[in-house]
């Protein structure tokens, strides 16, 4: 069972930049898919970005392309997420998530089997 941990969320000012953390339990953590998904006020749980396990591709929302970044340390168990030139329509519950081993990165969430508990952010304007 991998545990994923979140943090790195808080309040921030349109226009402004977060990094967000993920870090996991579980040592073949580089055999894992690894993406991020949000959660707005009343709303499902969204795509955000997807990096692969074996030659870190990567996807984004067409929402989030060019602001944000994912990335991910194999050594530390850790992925990241960049959150650039911030909006307040960005303004969510984070969750990291992660496939089953050696699986391709997608954008449906019933394609992750793991989940962190979500962090929040929040971006004021």
């Known amino acids: 069972q991998v545990q994923l941990v979140e943090s790195g969320g808080g309040l921030v000012q349109a226009g402004g930049s977060l990094r967000l953390s993920c870090a996991a339990s579980e040592h073949t953590f580089s055999t894992y898919p690894m993406a991020w998904f949000r959660q707005a006020p009343g709303k499902g749980r969204n795509f955000v970005a997807a990096i692969n396990w074996s030659d870190g591709r990567t996807t984004y929302a067409d929402s989030v392309k060019g602001r944000f970044t994912i990335s991910r340390d194999n050594a530390k168990n850790t992925v990241y997420l960049q959150m650039n030139s911030l909006k307040p329509e960005d303004t969510a519950v984070y969750y990291c998530?992660?496939?089953?081993?050696?699986?391709?990165?997608?954008?449906?969430?019933?394609?992750?089997?793991?989940w962190g508990q979500g962090t929040q952010v929040t971006v004021s304007s």
């Open positions: 998530a992660a496939r089953l081993s050696y699986y391709a990165i997608t954008q449906q969430e019933n394609d992750y089997v793991y």
